[in-house]
């Protein structure tokens, strides 16, 4: 399952469910994980945390509006800009994309500083997504 991601390196599977174990036990309830991965994800859950059947748990989804006040806001753009591009990755949502969030909030990005008067390179938006 990995609960790094790509951002560090892999956690052993022991320490993986230790740590998601904690977690329900404090009263941590949302695990987050992207829609390809839910589905297998929370059978992961439930099975390590041995909850009994019909015991609740909200699994979330990631969304490429979810990163875009923070990537905007490192890279330096403008409130104007950062409203643009909110609101384009929101009318994303309708269609069909079938890309990573931050892949989607990068192209985005990418696009509205384009449009801007404050044009920024393609590798400042992937540096900073």
Do not use: W
């Not at 956690?11 to 297998?40: L, Q, W």
């Not at 929101?90 to 990005?109: C, G, H, L, M, Y």
């Amino acid at each position: 399952m990995g609960l790094t991601g790509v951002y560090n390196s892999p956690v052993a599977d022991e320490d993986e469910i230790s740590i998601i174990k904690y977690a329900f036990s404090k009263g941590i309830t949302f695990f987050d994980t992207s829609d390809k991965e839910i589905g297998r994800a929370k059978e992961y859950i439930v099975k390590q945390l041995g909850l009994e059947k019909g015991q609740s748990v909200d699994m979330g989804t990631i969304h490429a509006g979810d990163f875009m006040r923070r990537f905007c806001s490192n890279l330096g753009m403008n409130n104007q800009a950062v409203k643009a591009a909110q609101e384009a990755v929101q009318k994303s949502e309708e269609f069909d994309i079938r890309r990573s969030p931050i892949s989607i909030a990068t192209a985005v990005i990418y696009i509205i500083t384009q449009l801007s008067d404050d044009k920024k390179p393609l590798k400042a938006s992937q540096r900073f997504t």
